[in-house]
């Protein structure tokens, strides 16, 4: 048995489809945010497996992956900050109890 | 034709993968998902090492696991009692979610096996990334090396520092 690219397309592909899943059923603002990393390191994963099969004398992907990490930790950092600015105000972190910014 | 061992290693990552992540999103109690993200962020790393990156492996178990999985932690003891699960999920927004889940699937699944050329490439030969070449291109302005990136992170991250002071403080 030979493992190819697809072999590792596939993990990915659930991994990014249960962030969406989490993203869409999920209220509390943090498990949103986990979500969220799921999706981003599913297609850091495509990054690293593209590079690998189908370039493996560049090592563009490997850095994007790089770069796309230390973006996700600055990314996480701020929503955190926020999410806690938020809950200091509103006692709740839940999506659907603050809609006080609607209007 | 790969190594018994490879194999067996490939299915450990592959299925460790998907469990971790369908728990994340499956289990109730906040905590636990931040968890089993752990796990899964772990396995991430380690087929980042089954693919020959141990410098990207590292780099993600030290900023994945060891720091934003640390922030997940502290947000979640910060705002939230620990032992509360989340209501129940309304079938509507279920429904909904599964939907957006499978749409997703379908359309790239479509996409991959309308290339199932390229699907099933092997895994050709490579020489492992050497840290030298790596240090070399993250520092060079040449073809291919990074230097403009790396410096445009380093502005982000000030600004995410100052963002995140700014928006933390208390007024």
């Known amino acids: 048995m030979d493992i190819t690219i697809l072999y590792y397309l596939v993990p990915s592909l659930i991994m990014f489809c249960c962030g969406v899943y989490g993203f869409i059923t999920r209220r509390n603002m943090i498990a949103m945010l986990i979500s969220l990393e799921l999706m981003l390191n599913a297609v850091d994963i495509n990054f690293v497996v593209f590079n690998r099969f189908l370039y493996p004398e560049n090592m563009e992907g490997m850095f994007f992956t790089l770069f796309a990490i230390a973006i996700a930790a600055a990314e996480t950092a701020l929503a955190i900050a926020i999410i806690i600015n938020v809950f200091r105000s509103a006692k709740n972190i839940s999506v659907s109890d603050l809609s006080k910014m609607k209007h | ?171």
């Open chain 2, 1 to 171: 034709m790969e190594s018994v061992g490879s194999i067996i290693m490939y299915l450990v990552i592959a299925l460790s993968i998907i469990l971790f992540s369908v728990l994340t999103v499956t289990t109730r109690k906040i905590l636990r998902s931040a968890t089993f993200l752990l796990f899964t962020l772990f396995a991430t790393a380690a087929l980042y090492f089954k693919l020959d990156y141990e410098f990207l492996g590292a780099v993600q178990i030290a900023v994945y696991a060891g720091g934003i999985v640390v922030l997940f932690v502290f947000s979640i003891f910060l705002t939230t009692h620990p032992g509360d699960s989340s209501e129940k999920l309304v079938s509507k927004k279920k429904v909904l979610g599964v939907f957006a889940a499978l749409l997703t699937f379908a359309v790239a699944a479509f996409a991959l096996l309308y290339r199932c050329g390229m699907a099933l490439t092997k895994l050709p030969e490579m020489e492992n990334p050497k840290m030298h070449e790596i240090g070399t291109a993250l520092m060079g302005t040449g073809e291919y090396q990074y230097l403009l990136p790396f410096e445009a992170i380093s502005v982000l991250l000030l600004a995410c520092i100052i963002g995140g002071v700014v928006v933390a403080r208390k007024r």
